[in-house]
């Protein structure tokens, strides 16, 4: 059974003008090794305070393509995880020719390892602008918590920054063109910024926002710092806060609570998207250990909702979110008949994805579920909203993982250019027992009524080949990050995800499916 919290440490109607390919898997692109060693100096960040470091891992990738230039395509990930929260800092991947060759981008003044006052980052986020500006957001932290706190975390905040679309013009990207750091949130009283997301808004080059969860921690609480988990007390609660820029970066809002569960519960996995006619969707799970508003003592988590008609001055409804259905994962572990069977794996079980069509504001998320399968293992669901999320379809199955194979985990959804929806998933089909863990990586795409389980039939793409998941860096699990990046180049999809060689814990890759 779960403990009381866990943190880290996202219809019947034919899709408007999709002219959907032929149906089948799309062809899968070469796949490129993006990342390679540490570019940070090897004796810095390296205070413990019980962790262990992983040198040379690189985790949990988000990624864009330019909407300026389809051939600038930028990713950021965790570079050096440590087993008990963030890494030495987040890393960039910049290419200038469709993702066929990169170069390597750091921060100053983020994290120790690049002259910044933080220890750690982690949560790492890219988003473009329509202009070509693109937005990054970090979360910061120290490791230690402050004296008198046993349970809480060291001063920690969340960090945004911009790389003006004007730094890309000459095909090239260096330090010196990107803005300096800006901490829009901050704590050093042992409760936790965390698990954020930021979202350049297609309709206004002007506006960007940026969502997150702050962890309101009693004194003494039980943690698990391998992982995040709380053991409970009736002062915690986990707000989800909106701070937004209206002048393309220059200056930020002061943090803003966007919606509060109430005590004794939280949100997590905020990520705000912007349908066709500027309206914000911001979605989360909402994790309830206790309902006023339905008999009391609960345990649930529940795919949420709130939305602002007038770019995130109000949120609708007022009061309770709009709750979309129930988020009914389990914790994946290394499938039996291999070496460590059942130690756990670390995956995004507990946080959805969400995309919107920007032609004509369909709604689509995803997220890990067991209902399929009578609670022996995760799939990966899919729902629809075609009103503004305010009705939902009946969530189907959408990933092609064997019914008799383990765990699909860590889902991603995304629009291609013609209305095409992508969703990525790893799973264990391929895995030989006694051999390692043998982990895969796919793309299934829907052309048209996707709220069918049998429109997502026979679409699925492997980007890649089989790797060993227990060679990456054990972080509460052997951890390739609670999200990968999932994009769009015109009508292909193109990820950025982590995977594992004979002689590197873990790596980023770029690769593409296209019809």
Same mark, same amino acid.
């Given at each position: ?21 032929? @149906? ?17 100096? #090897? ?5 413990? =305070? ?14 864009? +393509?330019?909407? =300026? ?59 473009? &602008? ?13 490791? /230690? ?23 890309? %013009?000459?095909?090239?990207?260096? /330090? ?6 800006? $901490?829009? %949130? ?18 206004? =080059?002007?506006?960007?926002? @940026? ?9 003494? @609480? @039980? ?16 707000? &989800? ?23 004794? *519960? ?64 389990? #914790?994946?572990?290394?499938? &039996? ?20 069509? #920007? ?53 991603? +959804? ?16 391929? *895995? ?10 796919? +793309?299934?795409?829907?052309?048209? %009524? ?12 492997? $980007?890649?080949?089989? !790797?060993?998941?227990?060679?990456? #860096?054990?972080?509460?699990?052997? !951890? ?12 292909? !999809?193109? &990820?950025? !995800? ?18």
């Amino acid at each position: 059974m779960r403990r009381f919290v866990l943190v880290a440490l996202g219809c019947l109607i034919v899709v408007l003008g999709a002219g959907p390919a032929a @149906a089948g898997p799309y062809a899968a692109g070469p796949v490129v090794q993006v990342s390679g060693g540490s570019p940070f100096p #090897p004796d810095c960040g390296l205070t413990a =305070a019980g962790g262990t470091v992983v040198l040379g891992s690189e985790v949990e990738p988000s990624v864009e +393509v330019s909407p =300026a230039d389809p051939n600038i395509v930028v990713g950021m990930w965790q570079q050096d995880r440590w087993s008990n929260g963030g890494s030495r800092g987040n890393v960039a991947g910049v290419s200038f020719d469709a993702g066929a060759t990169w170069s390597i981008l750091t921060f100053p003044e983020v994290t120790r390892c690049t002259g910044g006052d933080f220890d750690r980052a982690s949560d790492p986020w890219v988003s473009f &602008a329509p202009n070509g500006d693109l937005y990054l957001m970090h979360l910061v932290l120290n490791i /230690e918590p402050p004296p008198g706190r046993p349970g809480g975390f060291g001063s920690n905040g969340m960090m945004v920054q911009k790389i003006p679309a004007a730094a890309f %013009a000459d095909g090239t990207v260096d /330090e010196a063109e990107v803005t300096a750091p800006v $901490l829009i %949130a901050f704590d050093d009283k042992g409760d936790l910024h965390d698990k954020n997301t930021i979202t350049a808004d297609h309709t206004d =080059a002007d506006f960007a926002y @940026a969502v997150w969860d702050f962890l309101d921690i009693p004194t003494g @609480a @039980a943690i698990n710092p391998d992982r995040g988990t709380f053991g409970g007390g009736l002062g915690f609660k986990g707000t &989800a806060l909106f701070s937004r820029t209206t002048d393309a970066g220059k200056t930020w809002s002061e943090p803003t609570v966007l919606y509060n569960p109430g005590g004794v *519960n939280q949100t997590i996995g905020n990520q705000i998207v912007v349908d066709d006619q500027g309206v914000l969707y911001n979605f989360f799970n909402e994790i309830l250990n206790f309902r006023n508003d339905d008999g009391g003592t609960k345990f649930d988590y529940n795919l949420s909702m709130k939305y602002s008609p007038d770019k995130g001055e109000t949120w609708l409804p007022p009061g309770r979110p709009i709750r979309i259905d129930k988020i009914l994962s389990t #914790p994946v572990v290394i499938p &039996a008949g291999d070496d460590n069977a059942g130690r756990a794996v670390r995956t995004g079980d507990i946080l959805p994805d969400v995309a919107a069509d #920007p032609r004509n504001g369909n709604l689509y998320a995803v997220w890990m579920d067991t209902r399929f399968s009578g609670g022996a293992r995760n799939d990966i669901a899919f729902s629809m909203s075609t009103d503004g999320g305010r009705t939902w379809s009946e969530a189907v199955k959408v990933n092609q993982t064997p019914a008799v194979s383990p765990d699909a985990f860590t889902a991603m +959804v995304h629009v291609a250019a013609d209305g095409t929806v992508g969703v990525s998933y790893y799973d264990f089909r391929n *895995n030989a027992p006694g051999n390692g863990t043998g982990t895969d990586f796919f +793309v299934v795409h829907c052309h048209a %009524a996707c709220d069918n389980a049998g429109n997502w039939t026979g679409n699925e793409t492997q $980007l890649g080949t089989s !790797f060993d998941i227990q060679r990456a #860096p054990f972080a509460g699990g052997y !951890f390739l990050g609670d999200y990968t990046g999932l994009t769009n180049a015109g009508n292909a !999809f193109a &990820a950025l !995800f982590t995977r594992t060689e004979a002689t590197d814990p873990a790596s980023e890759y770029y690769a593409t499916a296209s019809p």
